[in-house]
T-cell receptor, first 110, second 114 residues
Framework: EDQVTQSPEALRLQEGESSSLNCSYTVSGLRGLFWYRQDPGKGPEFLFTLYSAGEEKEKERLKATLTKKESFLHITAPKPEDSATYLCAAVKAAGNKLTFGGGTRVLVKP | ETGVTQTPRHLVMGMTNKKSLKCEQHLGHNAMYWYKQSAKKPLELMFVYSLEERVENNSVPSRFSPECPNSSHLFLHLHTLQPEDSALYLC?????????????FGPGTRLTVL
């Protein structure tokens, strides 16, 4: 059965304290791995798509990486405005069906 | 309006009511999706439409009835709901259903069933 698992469930950081979020997947025939950011009461906002192992993408303080079994979202020197829930989702072959993980709630304190 | 919009943003309904959620995308996309987001559970795909044809139904109870009159609009008709149906309902769209493609989400409708 296809599964996407995110850890930790919650993360409290001091401003400037870098950390990494993990997304492990057991999806046969992975076609893409997506990262989204979700603020309370809002819809997920697209961050990155990774297509193959070894790929990396960056946006401001965020960097996403992909291996054959997991993806990491690295947050470098976070600021309070980086506080949000970060979701990862996998797409397998045939169709554009996203299987989501449970998310990691990140709180960055000033 | 830009992106994906949803109305209403909040909805409270009784178990015997009938209501509808509306989604509109302004991105020129061909695929539209309904998701359910409950507390402590991952986002769950409910329905997918590609060019107004339903292509995915994830074993959703018949009290949820989707409608896609054109590629820009998507509705979710609700009737005889249960309290456990209370959740955030999210609409998304993508350029196509038939290949890996970024899905863009609306702000959601917060539904409370009394």
């Amino acid at each position: 059965e296809d599964q996407v698992t995110q850890s930790p469930e919650a993360l409290r950081l001091q401003e400037g304290e870098s950390s990494s979020l993990n997304c492990s997947y057991t999806v046969s025939g992975l076609r893409g791995l997506f990262w989204y950011r979700q603020d309370p009461g809002k819809g997920p906002e697209f961050l990155f798509t990774l297509y193959s192992a070894g790929e990396e993408k960056e946006k401001e303080r965020l960097k996403a990486t992909l291996t054959k079994k997991e993806s990491f979202l690295h947050i470098t020197a976070p600021k309070p405005e980086d506080s949000a829930t970060y979701l990862c989702a996998a797409v397998k072959a045939a169709g554009n069906k996203l299987t989501f993980g449970g998310g990691t709630r990140v709180l960055v304190k000033p | 309006e830009t992106g994906v919009t949803q109305t209403p943003r909040h909805l409270v309904m009784g178990m015997t009511n009938k209501k509808s959620l509306k989604c509109e995308q302004h991105l020129g996309h061909n695929a539209m999706y309904w998701y359910k987001q409950s507390a402590k559970k991952p986002l769950e795909l409910m329905f997918v439409y590609s060019l107004e044809e339903r292509v995915e139904n994830n074993s959703v109870p018949s009290r949820f009835s989707p409608e896609c009159p054109n590629s820009s609009h998507l509705f979710l008709h609700l009737h005889t709901l249960q309290p456990e149906d209370s959740a955030l309902y999210l609409c998304a769209s993508s350029g196509t259903w038939y290949r890996t493609d970024t899905q863009y989400f609306g702000p959601g409708t917060r539904l409370t069933v009394l």
